[in-house]
């Protein structure tokens, strides 16, 4: 068994936060100890839980590559579901040793937003060899509202020109699989009759399959908000950068619903981003709905993740509660149970830092994923 001391102990969770510990582990965290009872010290520094990009496309849209080789986006149709992000991921992508090298061990990957449903979303881990190495879990089913899914009306399939015709195609397929689920109910249709796509709409709709939802205004949140009271759907808002309002976020934290926020530190290249201000995240830190931060790689560079948390840190947001929007925060609202948090049974995935990291002197000295030493200074 190894132990790193922790000269301070962040753990992932928002008031969680220890001095001068030790994390003995081996592929799993044993148990956070006063002394070290025997084990091998390979470390000594601050120590964080390993950070998580709660929304990225990094293996997609890869490093190094011409813009045409992209596969963030399937041009096929508007609304496909059975599209699966990690089939598109190319582990050799140059952006996955980087993000090693800052700390970011865990990728929640997921088809772009220039469709209504953009398929499978998944976890994965960004030092695997391969993909099978790589994956972690499924999470849920990318969709898009606003902007991004009318701009595509030159791509093949039904494409929408207009945000309500994009919300009118979503519609039709909910209400398809409502009138399925009951015919199933009722016996005058068999499981096996129910086509693939239809079947995934009616998990979304007993809530098996969350919506990631692509979403920048205020407004489209709102329809958004609408959708889920008509039919009931588990939906996680993703982005939210054109909301520049406090009341906004209060609806959201009203209704329980969480948000994968951000980029923030990116160039506002479209019109629902016309509001996009990095004050705004005043509003977001004082009403504080539950929620966490994704760089959106490549529009914002993956290794840079965690300095998005100096927003939050000027807002007045602690410590702990800052790195927990990167961590511990970020496993809960995607329903990772063994990442994200420093505490006994959870994956020995950890970053040993030289200083406190919100000093732009710092850096890992070491980076630990699930009990192996991956990268160190």
Not at 73 to 79: C, G, K, P, S, Y
Not at 136 to 148: E, F, S, T, W
Not at 235 to 251: C, F, M, T
């Amino acid at each position: 068994m190894k132990a790193i001391k922790a000269r301070v102990l962040y753990d992932g969770t928002p008031d969680g936060v220890k001095k001068d510990v030790y994390v003995l582990f081996d592929e799993r965290i044993q148990r956070i100890s006063k002394d070290r009872q025997g084990a091998e010290v390979i470390a000594e520094g601050i120590v964080t839980p390993a950070f998580i990009d709660s929304h990225c496309h990094i293996g997609m849209a890869r490093s190094g590559e011409p813009y045409y080789e992209d596969e963030t986006n399937e041009q096929m149709n508007a609304i496909y579901p059975l599209v699966d992000a990690i089939h598109s991921v190319y582990m050799d992508d140059p952006a996955f040793r980087e993000s090693v090298e800052h700390g970011v061990l865990y990728s929640h990957v997921m088809p772009g937003s220039g469709n209504i449903i953009g398929g499978k979303t998944a976890v994965i881990r960004n030092f695997g060899r391969d993909i099978e190495e790589a994956y972690v879990q499924h999470i849920g089913i990318k969709a898009a509202l606003g902007y991004n899914p009318r701009s595509t009306t030159e791509w093949k399939g039904t494409r929408p020109s207009t945000r309500m015709g994009a919300v009118a195609l979503l519609r039709e397929q909910l209400i398809k699989a409502q009138k399925m689920k009951t015919l199933v109910k009722k016996k005058k249709k068999m499981k096996e009759e129910v086509e693939p796509l239809t079947e995934i709409f009616m998990d979304i709709l007993d809530q098996k399959m969350p919506l990631m939802v692509h979403v920048h205004k205020e407004d489209d949140i709102m329809v958004l908000m609408q959708l889920i009271d008509e039919f009931g759907i588990k939906a996680v808002i993703n982005h939210g950068g054109d909301v520049h309002s406090r009341e906004l976020w209060e609806k959201v934290k009203k209704r329980g619903l969480d948000v994968i926020y951000g980029p923030i530190d990116a160039f506002s290249y479209k019109v629902e981003l016309k509001h996009e201000y990095w004050g705004n995240v005043k509003y977001l830190a004082e009403v504080h709905p539950r929620f966490s931060i994704m760089s959106d790689h490549p529009f914002a560079l993956q290794r840079n993740l965690h300095l998005q948390l100096r927003y939050f840190r000027r807002f007045g947001m602690s410590r702990p509660e800052s790195i927990s929007l990167i961590t511990g925060t970020a496993a809960d609202i995607l329903g990772l149970k063994n990442i994200g948090k420093i505490r006994k049974g959870a994956l020995a995935s950890l970053l040993v830092w030289n200083d406190e990291i919100f000093s732009l002197e710092s850096y890992p000295t070491m980076v630990i994923g699930e009990g192996k030493v991956l990268y160190e200074t």
